[in-house]
């Protein structure tokens, strides 16, 4: 069971390594989700952790965020195409969820492998997008760190993870292929999915969890309780719960506009004009140069 855990596969078009399996995937695709059930669909590397702790928080209160490490919030919020070790899957913690208690489901999949039910459904989802030039530098790092996904890491530096990035040649194939599909998704049910900017949220983080806040039907906070939920849910808190689990690699810097000074020569070029070529004058690529 142990080599199941260390694939590397493509499947319709995206690449998977580390702790997943074609089947793994297909039952995700396939979870039968109940009508109050919230799907979190990020690009890793977006934000999901810091995503997940806020809606945690919402839902269960910020004294559960507080007391929350990453085994718990792997319990919360399962993440349902992932295999765990002993061969279980992300889907099947989802649905021993016990009765009553708010089911809050992770997925990194892009819409065409995405649990169908999010659209058939009409299901409540967040997706969470970033810049591709910080999220291309936090998941160089993550490829270093994290232990499922290390023996993959075959590059000799920056520059030549940020080529395979370009070439969606990395876990969850292209960004660009993941983003333009999940935001069209949005576009066209904007009833059930809410499209938030990982840059957004750092800039003006009470206006969008007041967004999400709405969007979940859920009680307005007052600026007291958001103040609260903004330090309980900061990357230095989360380090802190999250730095006695295996999990701890999770947490990195939080940081925006990294790749102003560390992007090697010519790459801020590459990833913007790969942007514009894929978004052809969509008003959401400003986000992304």
Not at 129 to 150: I, M
């Amino acid at each position: 069971m142990a080599d199941s855990l260390q694939n590397s596969f493509t499947l319709e078009g995206v690449l998977f390594q580390g702790p997943f399996t074609e089947q793994s995937i297909l039952e995700a695709k396939n979870f039968q989700s109940l009508p109050d059930d919230v799907f979190l669909c990020t690009y890793p590397r977006s934000g999901t952790t810091w995503v997940q702790n806020i809606i945690i928080g919402l839902y269960f209160g910020v004294d559960k965020v507080k007391a929350s490490g990453a085994m718990d919030v792997v319990a919360a919020f399962p993440y349902l195409e992932l295999q765990f070790p002993g061969g279980k899957f992300g889907h099947q913690i989802a649905e021993k969820i016990p009765e009553g208690q708010q089911r809050l489901l992770k997925s990194h999949l892009p819409p065409h492998l995405a649990p169908n039910d999010i659209f058939a459904k009409k299901r409540k989802t967040i997706v969470v997008v970033r810049n591709p030039k910080d999220l291309a530098l936090s998941f160089h790092e993550f490829y270093q760190s994290n232990p499922r996904l290390v023996k993959y890491y075959d590059c000799d530096g920056l520059e030549s993870f940020l080529d395979r990035f370009v070439k969606g040649d990395v876990l969850c194939g292209s960004w660009w292929d993941w983003t333009k599909a999940w935001v069209s998704k949005c576009r066209e049910n904007p009833d059930s999915m809410l499209l938030i900017h990982y840059e957004d949220l750092q800039s003006s983080y009470e206006e969008i969890v007041d967004k999400i806040t709405d969007f979940l039907s859920l009680t307005k906070r007052t600026p007291d309780q958001l103040s609260e939920l903004k330090e309980a849910t900061n990357v230095e808190e989360m380090r802190t719960r999250y730095k006695p689990s295996v999990f701890s690699f999770i947490i990195n810097k939080g940081t925006a506009e990294r790749w102003k000074t560390e992007f090697p020569e010519g790459f801020v070029e590459k990833f913007d004009s790969l942007t514009q070529e894929v978004f052809d004058g969509d008003e959401v690529q400003q986000k992304f140069l």
